[in-house]
Nanobody, 121 residues
Framework: QVQLVESGGGLVQAGGSLRLSCAASGSIFSINDMGWYRQAPGSQRELVATIPRRGGANYSYSVKGRFAISRDNAKNTVYLQMDSLKPEDTAVYYC???????????????WGQGTQVTVSS
């Protein structure tokens, strides 16, 4: 089994910054893509950013230029640096990871429990 644990959420004023972390643990042989998604009240979960194992990040249009995703493969951890935060960034942020647990190249997607980010105006 694989667990993803997020940390770093909280309350911040508009224009401020937060850094989210997500550490994967458990039965891990390799991790392919890692990413961050968010879900605001009354809205569907949406992609924020993804990063493959060897880099080359992708961002949603709404966060490009303000957020930066990175990862530490040795620590099985993905980060999301969020700058110039806006009230519309308020949401529960979830990380996910495509994990290979054995020698066979079969990947399963795991999700974290979510961390609340609230941006006040």
């Amino acid at each position: 089994q694989v667990q993803l644990v997020e940390s770093g959420g909280g309350l911040v004023q508009a224009g401020g910054s937060l850094r989210l972390s997500c550490a994967a643990s458990g039965s891990i042989f390799s991790i392919n893509d890692m990413g961050w998604y968010r879900q605001a009240p009354g809205s569907q979960r949406e992609l924020v950013a993804t990063i493959p194992r060897r880099g080359g990040a992708n961002y949603s249009y709404s966060v490009k230029g303000r957020f930066a995703i990175s990862r530490d493969n040795a620590k099985n951890t993905v980060y999301l640096q969020m700058d110039s935060l806006k009230p519309e960034d308020t949401a529960v942020y979830y990380c996910n990871a495509d994990v290979q647990s054995g020698y066979r190249p079969i990947y399963y997607t795991y999700w974290g429990q979510g961390t609340q980010v609230t941006v006040s105006s």
